[in-house]
């Protein structure tokens, strides 16, 4: 039987399992306690705690969802101090305050209509008896929202400003009366140059705020500030290419340095510490040569001075993290998220300094009966056009141990591209593309250039040629495969969601390499999207492709809406009706284009949907729709049944 057609037992309820999965989790700086917010296959994001997640208690009810909403990608939407849990609402945006599993949530914060006032990266300040965190203010109509760093009284909800003038805010810390955060301005994106203030904090009867505020770091990517005590504080920075953790009463060398960046594409979304402070030390993450990921616990007094490998502990109990995430120290207690495990997907797990015990609070890895199906992946560094700078990406295998292709055949690729643009693959246990492995396609997760996870340079390799250098690399990871007998040369498909849809729009419209591609609420118009997109994203493109409007002619180059007439090769369309970052015009008026020029093609708008798809039912549906579609063109049979399948329209008779 042809790869394509192969039965697997990896089937659609297996991609999205009807139970939760955790996204981030907080801990109790008061009592000790961890809780994670999980997310339901409904979509909903529910607050946790317990011993572990199958006998978890749920403290969300139904109606809520602990969803931020600032920057459009969220992040830090909840918080526990003293027993409690404190949460921002999906809908309204409001925080609110809950005391225990079966009491109603209570609002703290006024009701602005619409989620007009959002927040985001909170926690309770001693000093002032108030929750300090990021305010994203959206009240007026016409306006650009406006960011900034606020005290919220818990009783009266009065909210005080402690920080306002930059464009954005994030990482902030207080200890005592003193608060340290992170800023930048546009055109600026977290990863590029944001900047380190510190301050003191004032209270004055019931009127909070901040005096005394400084800059003490410029010039690079500060991210994830923390206070050690009054005096001295932490922060991430990548003046060394790579991001390491530097101590302010030192800048000449960091706490660890490392020769590789940490797993994790920092400043995208809010939370995901990648330290955190214990009374031994700083436990960090730290990427090895190997693509592994060490968690080590270092002297916070003597840099590189590595008192024990936390991530020995956890590679023991049989895993194999490329990156940790969200670490959280509490006692003689480590947490962490672990990730880019290929045979386990997030992880969140527990380690004990004092007896050396790991303890893992959701084992949700592939059943046994699966395993024969698991695809690894393999590391695959590939030359580019530029002969000094080499990319890199993650391959899966077509592997199913039932069946036992030709010698001569060679199977389909499907190259899947990040988004961001500046975002990164992940190795991590992925159900999805087991789904396409499992019958017969090879997978491949390209790091193009500017792809984070390789540095500062790597990274800016992409200014000013996004639109270029990601196309140009997924077509050389493309001919790496097919040069070395991996793939199907002529059954080429590529897709992506957002940045990575827009790459797989240009591929289809501008380059005739790929058979066939498939966006996710990609961006077509580029020009669009930098004039109406959301204020963080709303300059990204400035270093991405140019400044507007004396750049604008690149723009338009590079933008597949501006040249559809050239579209000729198969193309479908997911696209949410919700999504405010890319929206629902982007997809449709290319996929209109495609109609017009007789190019195989469908469109899917799933109603309630944002960037990025949350509900069970439709990724099920995207994944099912998306091999049927690849099907169609290249001929094969699914061995599936499809339900309810898309209509595909200009389909050739031949693949009806």
């Not at 290419?241 to 101590?247: G, S, Y």
């Not at 009374?279 to 001075?305: C, F, H, M, R, T």
């Not at 996870?453 to 040629?465: C, I, V």
Request: charge should be negative; glycine fraction near 10%; proline fraction near 5%.
């Amino acid at each position: 039987m042809s790869y394509g057609e192969w039965k697997s037992p990896i089937t659609l309820d297996v991609v999205t399992p009807d139970c939760t999965e955790i996204s981030t989790a907080a801990i109790d700086r008061v009592t000790g306690k961890l809780f994670w917010r999980s997310k339901k296959p409904s979509g909903q994001f529910v607050i946790c705690s317990g011993d572990n997640v199958s006998s978890a208690v749920e403290w969300t009810p139904d109606g809520f969802s602990a969803v931020s909403r600032v920057h459009e990608y969220g992040g830090g939407a909840f918080f526990a101090h003293n027993g409690e849990i404190f949460f921002v609402n999906k809908t309204d945006q409001r925080i609110y305050r809950q005391s225990a599993p079966e009491a109603a949530p209570i609002p703290i914060t006024a009701d602005f209509g619409d989620g007009k006032m959002r927040y985001a990266e909170g926690h309770i300040s001693s000093y002032l008896n108030m929750i300090v965190c990021v305010r994203e203010d959206h009240t007026v109509e016409g306006r650009e929202c406006v960011n900034s760093v606020v005290a919220i009284d818990l009783l009266t909800g009065d909210q005080h400003i402690l920080a306002e003038g930059a464009d954005f805010y994030k990482s902030i810390d207080t200890c005592g009366n003193k608060i340290v955060f992170v800023s930048w301005m546009h055109p600026n994106m977290p990863w590029d140059d944001t900047q380190v203030s510190i301050g003191e904090l004032v209270l004055e009867g019931k009127v909070a705020s901040a005096i005394n505020v400084k800059v003490v770091h410029t010039g690079a990517s500060h991210l994830q500030t923390r206070l050690i005590n009054e005096d001295q504080y932490l922060y991430l920075c990548d003046k060394t290419d790579f991001w390491n953790v530097w101590k302010s009463s030192d800048d000449e060398k960091p706490l660890y340095k490392s020769s590789n960046e940490p797993g994790f594409p920092f400043g995208w979304c809010f939370g995901y510490p990648g330290y955190d402070i214990m009374s031994d030390g700083i436990v960090i993450g730290a990427k090895a040569k190997d693509g592994l990921e060490n968690l080590l616990l270092v002297d916070i007094d003597n840099p590189q001075s590595v008192l024990k490998d936390l991530g020995l502990l956890v590679r023991n109990k049989g895993y194999s993290f490329g990156t940790y995430t969200n670490i959280l120290c509490h006692g003689k207690y480590v947490y962490a998220l672990g990730i880019d495990d290929p045979a386990n997907p997030l992880t969140l797990l527990r380690i004990s300094l004092t007896d050396d015990s790991v303890f893992i609070y959701n084992n949700e890895a592939a059943g046994k009966d699966l395993l024969p199906y698991i695809s690894y992946a393999e590391s695959v560094e590939f030359p580019t056009t530029n002969s000094e700078m080499n990319a890199y990406g993650f391959l899966y295998r077509p592997k199913n141990p039932d069946y036992c292709p030709g010698e001569q055949e060679k199977p389909p690729l499907l190259l899947r591209v990040h988004g961001g643009p500046t975002g990164m693959a992940s190795r991590s246990l992925n159900m999805k593309t087991q789904y396409f492995t499992s019958r017969g396609f090879a997978v491949f997760d390209v790091d193009y250039r500017g792809s984070s996870g390789y540095g500062r340079a790597f990274r800016q390799a992409l200014y000013g040629k996004w639109g270029v250098y990601d196309i140009e690399d997924a077509i050389s990871a493309a001919k790496h495969l097919v040069s070395q007998g991996i793939v199907d040369g002529n059954r080429l498909t590529i897709d992506g969601g957002s940045a990575g849809g827009y790459t797989t729009m240009a591929m289809m419209v501008f380059q005739n390499y790929f058979h066939a591609g498939v966006s996710y609420y990609g961006v077509s118009d580029l020009l669009g999207l930098a004039k109406h997109t959301h204020k963080f994203e709303s300059q990204y493109l400035t270093k991405m492709i140019g400044k507007l409007p004396e750049e604008e002619a690149i723009y338009k180059e590079r933008s597949p809406l501006c040249h559809a007439s050239q579209l000729q090769c198969p193309i479908g369309f997911f696209q949410g009706s919700e999504d405010f970052v890319c929206p629902p015009p982007q997809s449709q008026e290319l996929y209109n284009a495609a109609l017009e020029n007789g190019v195989a093609t469908f469109y899917v708008e799933y109603e309630g949907e944002g960037h990025g798809f949350r509900q069970a039912k439709n990724i099920q549906r995207c994944v099912s729709n998306e091999i049927y579609f690849y099907s169609k063109i290249f001929g094969f049979k699914l061995f599936d049944e499809t339900e309810n399948p898309p209509p595909i329209k200009n389909l050739p008779n031949k693949s009806q």
